[in-house]
Every structure is written in C-alpha cells, then in structure tokens.
C-alpha cells in the first residue's frame, strides 16, 4: 500500500515509516523540521528512512495553506497517519502559539486533506495528556476527557473533535490513538530518558520532578510501533456496527474510535533512574523538585480495548528497553563509557 505519514522526521513517526517500508511499501513523508529540538537528529532519521527503497520526504509545515492538500492529490495515499505535532507539555507554558498552530490548524489541512481526496483508514496521534485532571486510574477510553491541564493537551484534544466530526461529516474512516510515555533508540531530546542519559553521562545534576515519585506508564518505541502495524488494517466500520466489546470507543455517529496505546504497567520516575543508572553504570546526582504546572502525578493506561482490537498489549520492561536506549545513544553520539 501507499502510506502518507506526516512527522516522519520525528521519534514515532521515523519508526514506523521503517517498518512501513521494511514490509514493502510506499511511504510519503511530511515534516517541517522545526528547530524544537535538534535538526541534525531529525535530518539524520530522514537519512535513513531516505536509504531504504519506496520512501519520499517533503519537507513544510501542515498549518501552510494548501501545502497538504496539494501533495495528496499528487500522492493519492491509500492510508494517512499523522503522526506531526507540536510536542511537549513544559514547553507549551512558554510557546502557546506553536502548539495552536501545529496541533489545530496542521491537524485541520490534514483533514481538510483526507475530505478531498478520500483514504481507507485515517489514524491519528494524540495524547495521554488528553486525561488531564481526571481522578480515576487506569485511565479509560471512555473516560470524560474535559479538564486539560495545558494548551498542549487542548489542542490536542481539540484535534479529536475535529477528526471525529470530519469522520461524520465526510465518511472517513478514523483511528485517533492516546500514547502513553513513549521511549527507545533514536527518541527526543527533551523527554526525561534522553535528558536524564545525557547529564548523568556529562557529571551533571538532574532534577527529579515530584522527588520521584510520579508513575508513568512507559511504552517502549517498537510495543509503539506494533500496536500502530496491527491497528492500520482495523478501520473502525461505519455507524450501527457492534462494537468488539465493553470497552470499545466506536462512535455511534461516525466510523471512528480511540484507543489507548499503553501497557498498564507503570513505574515510578524514582524506579525508571535505577534502571538508567543500572544500564549506564553511573549513579545520578538527583536534585528533588516538585510537581510543575501542567504535570500529572500518575498516568496509566487501560490496555483492554487495544488488545480486544488486535490481540496485542505493550509488554516490553524498562529492563529491556532502557538498555537498548542507552547502546543506541552511546553509539550515536561516541560515548564508549
């Protein structure tokens, strides 16, 4: 199949775009390359991705007028997953405007997109973030996602409405997936696991949010990957059908579903540094600071309805995945200690 993946200069979207064309098909790549985070780590996924046969890039942001509408005429992918957002829950304290212009409007042209030139299966990627304030844990799928806690989490819930009404409205089939702190090889700089390998590995301090003991429930990059290959070929179908069980998001209105993607099996910040400190060999100087603004102290994902879809849940253990990060980031960057 054609696939039109939009983000896949960045950590999820490289990944799956490899396993897209490891199995033999056509992706068409979309990234602006903003200098949220080092260009050089983007362009060098692009590189990659660029040596394997079946993979074209182009390169603009998703909120510039026509830019998307365009290459889908021209591409005329049988599926689109946006993957392309504005990440980041501290940086959105500072930057409101980046994420409503990425996440709402980018997310817009890319529907917009999808209502001219129809696919098979829309997926698009949101956030755990979108759970904000609710209390309750695990976090379900049908849960009310109504207290967002940053500009980040609204636009990305924002993004949800939109494609849900789009999935009325125009008849696209739409899978919107929650991620639930997502890591491995090739990952973002700004995420704890990368900030936490590169200050210990230079001598220097880190700060420990929540003095430790905030719980996140921790995805590794491929468990990712998988359950996004499995979802592709299980577009939601259209209004009135059965759902596959109790705990299926599937519209009344539309053809169109969440679904978490997570494990449910989650560990404390404090935990997650003595697996890096075990895997780099290094002891951390921690500094304990506080919850900040925006932060939640648990996430936790229900993984019911993703294994009733696809026979599949993330299972991969930090003792696995950690050390995995840590040989890639050594090799990346020359670290030999």
């Known amino acids: ?82 993957l392309a957002a504005q990440a980041g829950v501290r940086y959105s304290l500072e930057h409101p405007e980046a994420y409503v212009a990425g996440n709402v409007v980018g997310t817009f042209q890319v529907l917009e997109g999808c209502r001219a030139h129809p696919v098979r299966h829309l997926l698009f990627a949101s956030t755990s973030s979108a759970y904000g304030g609710n209390p309750t844990v695990p976090f379900r799928e049908t849960d009310r996602a109504v207290w967002p806690l940053t500009i980040y989490a609204a636009s990305k819930l924002a993004g949800e409405a939109m494609a849900h009404s789009y999935a009325h409205l125009w008849k696209i089939p739409t899978t919107a997936f929650r991620f639930f702190t997502v890591y491995g090889p090739w990952g973002r700089p700004d995420m704890a696991l990368f900030l936490f390998t590169r200050k210990i590995l230079a001598g220097e301090p880190i700060e420990v949010y929540d003095h430790g003991r905030a719980v996140r429930d921790f995805t590794y990059i491929d468990d990712l990957v998988e359950s996004i290959s499995r979802l592709i070929d299980r577009p939601p179908p259209p209004p009135g059908s059965a759902p596959v069980s109790a705990a299926d998001t599937l519209s009344p209105v539309a053809p169109f579903r969440m679904v978490n993607i997570g494990g449910g099996r989650p560990v404390s910040v404090a935990a997650m540094l003595d697996a890096l400190e075990a895997s780099l060999g290094v ?55």
């Open 1 to 82: 199949m054609r696939f039109l993946v939009t983000g896949t200069a960045g950590f999820i979207g490289f990944h799956l775009a490899h396993r897209l064309l490891q199995a033999g098909h056509e992706v068409v790549g979309v990234d602006g390359l903003t200098d949220y985070y080092d260009v050089a780590l983007k362009r060098a996924r692009v590189a990659r991705l660029a040596a394997l046969p079946g993979f074209s890039s182009h390169e603009f942001l998703l909120e510039q007028p026509g830019a998307f509408m365009t290459l889908m005429g021209e591409a005329r992918p049988d599926v689109v997953v946006h």
């Open 283 to 337: 002891r951390a100087v921690r500094h304990l600071r506080d919850l900040p603004p925006g932060d939640v102290e648990r996430t936790e994902a229900s993984p019911d309805l993703l294994r009733d879809l696809v026979g599949y849940v993330p299972s991969t253990p930090l003792e696995t995945g950690i050390p995995a990060f840590v040989a890639w980031y050594r090799a990346q960057y020359g670290i030999d200690r």
